[in-house]
């Protein structure tokens, strides 16, 4: 992990519990005008984060739409993301102290350029930001595997001007195309290259918030690269919910895990 930037954890997680949790997603897109829970959907509400009750079905079903923090809503999620099998790699990578930052869902490949987190999912500490990708089906080489590039983590940090290393939407100079040419130019040039992740459920693939990642297209539309995307920071790095600014008394516990309350 220090050296390439990512690990693959092999069937660390019981597949039965994987299956469950895309159920639960299933009958909450089925019944989706029940939940207060937010997504975002291609060519809805100019792509901006929306409660899935005010979205269609059909575009909840649909290529391009992922549900936003759905642990926060889910008991089942919050004890697989912080799986037994999984803190230990966690507490080893950051400190004793992990919090969940972000939960993402897909049930098609993001399709997205070349990227880095840390700019985006900004914390605190910005250095305090790891990844899971836990797939939860077999990914299909057709399906529009998630890419990385080994190394990359290392590679300087792209400058957006005014705002340093992160990204605000207001206030950065450069665009986040500018970033996307940028690293893949400087990968190329660095000779890192392009790898493509075949991981089967179960399995985990863990990276550095620096490493630079991505979507593969589509090539077959009948396939399905159903995911669940976890963000871990530390209590210094996210001392509350991302969506507050208040911090919990006594927040939540899962195998060691901080889970603030939404």
Request: net charge neutral.
């Amino acid at each position: 992990f220090r050296e390439f930037g990512y690990v693959v954890l092999e069937n660390v997680l019981p597949p039965n519990e994987v299956d469950a949790i895309w159920d639960e997603i299933e009958f909450v897109t089925e019944h989706h005008e029940n939940y207060d829970i937010n997504g975002l959907a291609h060519r809805f509400n100019d792509q901006k984060d929306t409660p899935i009750k005010l979205i269609p079905k059909e575009k909840l079903k649909g290529i391009g739409t992922r549900f936003i923090d759905f642990h926060d809503s889910s008991v089942r999620s919050k004890n697989l993301i912080t799986h037994p099998n999984l803190v230990p790699f966690l507490q080893a990578s950051l400190t004793p102290k992990i919090t969940v930052f972000q939960s993402l869902v897909f049930k098609y490949s993001s399709q997205q350029d070349v990227h880095q987190d840390f700019p985006w999912v900004t914390t605190h500490i910005p250095s305090h930001l790891v990844a899971a990708w836990i797939p939860l089906e077999d990914v299909h080489e057709d399906s529009g595997q998630l890419f990385y590039y080994p190394k990359s983590h290392r590679i300087p940090k792209f400058d957006f001007g005014q705002t340093g290393i992160v990204f605000q939407h207001k206030n950065s100079l450069f665009s986040p195309d500018k970033f996307s040419r940028y690293l893949t130019k400087t990968c190329t040039d660095l000779g890192l290259k392009k790898e493509i992740l075949l991981i089967k459920k179960g399995d985990v693939l863990f990276w550095h918030g620096a490493l630079a990642h991505g979507g593969m297209p589509i090539n077959d539309p009948s396939k399905t690269r159903k995911s669940f995307v976890v963000h871990y920071s530390t209590t210094d790095g996210l001392p509350f919910h991302r969506n507050s600014n208040v911090h919990e008394k006594n927040p939540d516990q899962y195998h060691g895990v901080t889970i603030y309350s939404n």
